[in-house]
C-alpha cells in the first residue's frame, strides 16, 4: 500500500509533462534515457521545450542523439528538423534542457506533429506528439492547478466560442490549452515564443523558478498575455510582477469559482488576444504588407529570353540540319547538337546572373522596446523582412541570436516560394549550437521572394537617459538617432531631431498634431501585429518613441543586401 501511494505521489508530480521516451538499457544499472516534453502540447510555431535526463551507469563512455521534425497534422511536405547530441561518461548522469524548433503550420488550420528519434550506444526508440488547433484559436498553455479541473469545460467554452468562425476539419476536438507544471518551467523565453497567453495562479507564480520567471517576463515584454489569477490577495509587487509589460500585458483577475469560470477564461484570453500569432503569419503578410510594397515589384525580362529560344531553334533545327550536318554527313549532329545546346544553356545561366545577380536585396523593418530600467538592460526586438534573391551559393547560414524565427506566407507571385493555400511546402531546419542558429533548408532560395519575422531578445546598454540640465537628454546608443519624441508626466509632446551618440540634445515642446501622425505613419508601415504593439506603446508618459535608419537588424543569410532597416525604438527615459 505504502508503494502505492508513492507511486500516486510521483505520477501527480510529473503530471503536468508528457514522456516522450524512456528507454531501459541496462535494468541492472538502471541505465536509462528519459526524454521529457515540459508542456503536453506542442504550440503552432517557435520551440517546444524538451528535457533530456541521461543516466549511464556504465563503466564506459556512452553517446546519445535524439532527432527530432515537426510538420503540420497530415503534411510531411512542410517540415522542420533539428539533432542534438549528448556525451555522458561513465558513471555519470546528464540532464539537459532543449528548444526543439518546429515547422510552421498550415494557413488554414493550426494542428501540428512533433517526432522524437532516439538513437546511440544506449538504445532506440521513437514516439511523437500532436496538438490541433483551428487557426483562429489562441495558443494557451495553463498551469496543472487551473488545467485538471478545468480542462474538460475549457474545451467545450473554446470549441462553442470557436462555432462561429472556425472551419477547421477538427472542430469538436480542439484542445484550450496545453499544461505544464510552474516548478519544472525553462529557463529559456524561446520556450513560451509560440503562445498567445499563459495562465495560472499567484501561487503557482511563487513556485516558479527565478530563471524561469525572468523568461516569462521577456515573453512578456515582447508581447505575451500573463494571466495570473489572484486567491490570497497577494499583490502584484509582492510577487514581483512588474508594473510595465512592454509590448505585452499582465491582468490579474480573481479567482472565483463557478459555473462561468471556463467561459469568462476564454472570452477574456480571446478579448485580449488581437490576432493569434501564427494566425498574423498567414494573413498579415499578403498583397496589404507594407514592406512589400516599399520593395517594389519585379522588372520582368523576357524579351532576353524568349530571343536566345527562338536562336536556339533555329541554329538546333534548320541551321543545324542544312549547314553544321547537311546530308551526307548526319553523324556530325552527334557533335553539333550537344554543343549547341551546351552554349545556349551557359548563355541562359549568363543572362540570368547578369540580369538577377548573385545574393539578393531586401527590406527590413524593425519594432524594439529597450528596457534599461531595473538592470534589465535588454532589448525586445521584432523584426519583419522581405527579400528577392538572384542566385545563392549556399542555403545555409547562422544566426548570431537566439529566435523566434518564421516563414510568413506572403502574395503569390511567380517568384513567391511560401504562398496561402494547401500547396505549402519546404524544409524550415533550425539547429540550435552554442548559443546560436543555423539554418538550412528552403529560407532562401535562388531567384525566389521570401518574407520573414523574427523576434530576439539581445543585451544592451543603449538607452535615453537625463542630464542634470532641464530639457535635454542624452543618448547611449552606438547609432545616430533620425527623430525622437518623448511624453512626458503632464502628457505633454516634446520633440528631438539629428541625435549623436553621446552628446546631449535638446528638447522642444510640440503640439500632438505634430507627433500623432507621425507615429501613426510608422505604425502603418508595420505588419498589422507589430502594428498593434506599437499602438499599444507609443502613448507611455515618460517613455520616448525614436527613429532611425541606422540601427543594426538581425542578420540572417549572409548573401541578402539590405537596401534598408528603419527601426522604431520605444521605452523608459530613466536617470543616469
Known amino acids: 500500500m505504502l508503494r502505492f501511494f508513492l507511486f500516486l505521489a510521483l505520477a501527480l508530480q510529473v503530471s503536468a509533462q508528457e514522456t516522450m521516451i524512456r528507454e531501459v538499457f541496462d535494468p541492472v544499472t538502471d541505465t536509462h534515457v528519459e526524454v521529457l516534453a515540459l508542456f503536453t502540447k506542442p504550440s503552432p510555431g517557435g520551440y517546444f521545450p524538451v528535457r ?96 485538471t479541473p478545468n480542462a474538460s469545460t475549457l474545451d467545450s467554452e473554446m470549441n462553442t466560442a470557436l462555432g462561429g468562425s472556425s472551419s477547421g476539419s477538427s472542430r469538436g476536438s480542439v484542445e484550450f490549452a496545453a499544461k505544464f507544471d510552474p516548478k519544472q518551467l525553462p529557463d529559456d523565453w524561446l520556450a513560451f515564443s509560440g503562445y498567445d497567453s499563459v495562465i495560472l495562479t ?26 495570473v489569477y489572484s486567491s490570497d490577495g497577494a499583490s502584484s509587487s509582492s510577487l514581483g510582477l512588474p508594473s510595465e509589460a512592454g509590448f505585452g500585458s499582465i491582468s490579474r483577475p480573481a479567482m472565483v469559482t463557478g459555473s462561468t469560470f471556463a467561459a469568462d477564461m476564454v472570452k477574456a484570453v480571446i478579448a485580449n488576444t488581437n490576432k493569434p500569432q501564427h494566425a498574423s503569419q498567414h494573413n498579415d503578410y499578403q498583397a496589404a504588407w507594407p514592406l512589400r510594397k516599399v520593395f517594389g515589384g519585379q522588372t520582368s525580362h523576357y524579351t532576353f529570353f524568349v530571343i536566345i529560344m527562338i536562336c536556339f531553334g533555329i541554329l538546333v533545327g534548320p541551321v543545324n540540319l542544312f549547314v553544321f550536318a547537311k546530308s551526307g554527313q548526319r ?83 511567380r517568384l513567391a516560394r511560401f504562398t496561402s493555400g494547401s500547396g505549402q511546402k519546404g524544409a524550415f531546419n533550425l539547429q540550435p549550437a552554442d548559443g546560436k542558429l543555423i539554418a538550412s533548408g528552403d529560407w532562401f532560395q535562388s531567384r525566389s521572394e521570401h518574407g520573414q519575422i523574427l523576434s530576439s531578445v539581445v543585451p544592451t546598454r543603449g538607452r535615453i537617459e537625463t542630464t542634470d540640465t532641464p530639457g535635454t537628454l542624452l543618448s547611449t546608443f552606438d547609432y545616430p538617432i533620425d527623430s525622437l519624441y518623448f511624453l512626458d508626466a503632464s502628457q505633454q509632446w516634446h520633440r528631438a531631431e539629428g541625435i549623436t551618440a553621446g552628446k546631449r540634445f535638446t528638447l522642444s515642446p510640440v503640439d500632438p498634431s505634430m507627433v500623432l501622425p507621425a507615429l501613426t505613419a510608422e505604425a502603418n508601415a508595420f505588419s498589422y501585429r507589430n502594428n498593434q504593439l506599437l499602438e499599444t506603446a507609443k502613448n507611455r508618459p515618460g517613455h520616448f518613441v525614436a527613429i532611425t535608419t541606422h540601427a543594426p537588424g538581425i542578420d540572417t543569410h549572409r548573401g541578402i543586401r539590405w537596401k534598408e532597416t528603419r527601426t522604431v525604438i520605444t521605452g523608459p527615459v530613466v536617470a543616469p
Open 52 to 147: 533530456v535526463k541521461i543516466a549511464n551507469n556504465l563503466k564506459r563512455d556512452s553517446d546519445v542523439r535524439l532527432d527530432f521534425e515537426s510538420s503540420p497534422t497530415y503534411n510531411e511536405e512542410l517540415r522542420a528538423g533539428s539533432t542534438f547530441d549528448f556525451a555522458v561518461p561513465a558513471g555519470k548522469a546528464v540532464t539537459r534542457d532543449i528548444m526543439v524548433p518546429l515547422s510552421p503550420t498550415r494557413d488554414y488550420d493550426s494542428g501540428i506533429m512533433i517526432t522524437a528519434k532516439l538513437s546511440g550506444s544506449l538504445g532506440r526508440a521513437s514516439n511523437s506528439i500532436r496538438a490541433d488547433k483551428e487557426k483562429s484559436q489562441p495558443a494557451v498553455l495553463l498551469s496543472e492547478a487551473l488545467f
Open 202 to 227: 499567484d501561487a503557482d507564480w511563487s513556485n516558479i523558478p527565478p530563471g524561469a520567471r525572468n523568461a516569462l517576463l521577456s515573453w512578456v515584454r515582447l508581447g505575451g498575455q500573463l494571466m
Open 331 to 413: 553523324h556530325r549532329l552527334f557533335i553539333t547538337t550537344p554543343i549547341i545546346s551546351l552554349a545556349a544553356s551557359l548563355l541562359l545561366i549568363g543572362l540570368i546572373i547578369l540580369l538577377d545577380g548573385f545574393g539578393g536585396n531586401g527590406v527590413r523593418r524593425v519594432l524594439m522596446e529597450v528596457r534599461p530600467d531595473g538592470d534589465v538592460n535588454a532589448a525586445y526586438v521584432h523584426q519583419e523582412q522581405f527579400a528577392r534573391t538572384g542566385v545563392l551559393t549556399g542555403a545555409e547560414f547562422t544566426l548570431d541570436t537566439p529566435s523566434f524565427f518564421q516563414p510568413v506566407s506572403i502574395e503569390e507571385t
